[in-house]
């Protein structure tokens, strides 16, 4: 699942979630400084209001590599 973008340079990074391998403990969404994740149906899930600023804090907490940000190269 991808979720979010914006354009860096030449570079547009993304927000990936990856379902299969959330366990849903929340310490992604207990660090987001935005306050852009819940869980739902015990997966991590990006808010419909999506705050998310690619700051990658989620990706350095969450012990499971369920979430990331990522060059899409374009
Ligand atoms: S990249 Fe930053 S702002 Fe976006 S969901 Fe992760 S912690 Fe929150
Ligand atoms: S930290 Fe990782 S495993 Fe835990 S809810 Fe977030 S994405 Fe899922």
Do not use: H, T
């Amino acid at each position: 699942m991808l979720c979010g973008n914006y354009e860096k340079g030449l570079m547009e990074k993304i927000l990936v979630l990856n379902p299969d391998w959330c366990k849903g403990c929340g310490i992604c969404a207990a660090f987001c400084p935005k306050d852009a994740l819940e869980m739902i149906q015990g997966k991590v899930s990006l808010k419909e209001n999506n705050q998310c600023i690619l700051c990658g804090l989620c990706e350095q907490r969450c012990p499971d590599y369920a979430i990331f940000v990522s060059d899409s190269g374009k």
